[in-house]
């Protein structure tokens, strides 16, 4: 069992935690308090590297240049 001692801050300093560590805080009945730690879910990126390959092609490249001749950023008078 390790002591722990709260700073002016309401900060305690966990000796097994490690940095960006996330804990579920939740006071007890008996005046004694159970932290939680949470783990992260793996996120899936996503946009794997190289799935959005198929959308940039060298004629959907001409067809966007083609859109863009008609657009102007001028406003009209």
């Avoid at 801050?9 to 490690?18: E, H, I, N, S």
């Avoid at 007890?28 to 390959?53: H, M, N, W």
Wanted: charge should be positive; charged fraction near 30%; hydrophobic fraction near 35%.
């Amino acid at each position: 069992m390790h002591t722990l001692i709260v700073d002016s801050k309401k900060r305690v300093r966990l000796p097994d935690a490690r940095p960006n560590q996330v804990f579920a805080y939740e006071p007890q009945g008996d005046g004694q308090i159970l932290l939680t730690r949470l783990v992260k879910e793996q996120v899936a990126e996503p946009f794997p590297r190289g799935s959005l390959k198929k959308y940039f092609t060298r004629a959907k490249a001409k067809e966007e240049l083609a859109l863009l001749k008609g657009c102007s950023l001028e406003v009209p008078e």
